[in-house]
């Protein structure tokens, strides 16, 4: 998305998308994706989901 659109999305997708990890007993993670100067280049989202043989790789 372009930076002008900030606001004009329900917001809702990162929460649907934790019920359905949640669901699936993983977990999901939100933070930062740093610029080599330190700054902030944008978002870095983690899932984790165990895998259907039951194997934690």
């Known amino acids: ?3 002008d659109s900030f606001g004009k ?3 809702l997708g990162l929460a649907i998308s934790r019920q359905i990890v ?3 007993g993983g ?3 939100a933070g930062n ?3 080599p100067d330190g700054g902030i280049a944008g978002a ?3 899932v984790e ?3 259907a043989d ?3 790789r």
């Open 27 to 29: 977990t999901i993670r």
């Open 49 to 51: 989901l165990p895998s």
């Open 33 to 35: 994706r740093m610029r």
């Open 9 to 11: 999305h329900s917001g």
């Open 22 to 24: 949640e669901a699936h």
């Open 54 to 56: 039951g194997d934690s």
């Open 1 to 3: 998305d372009r930076p």
């Open 44 to 46: 870095r989202f983690t």
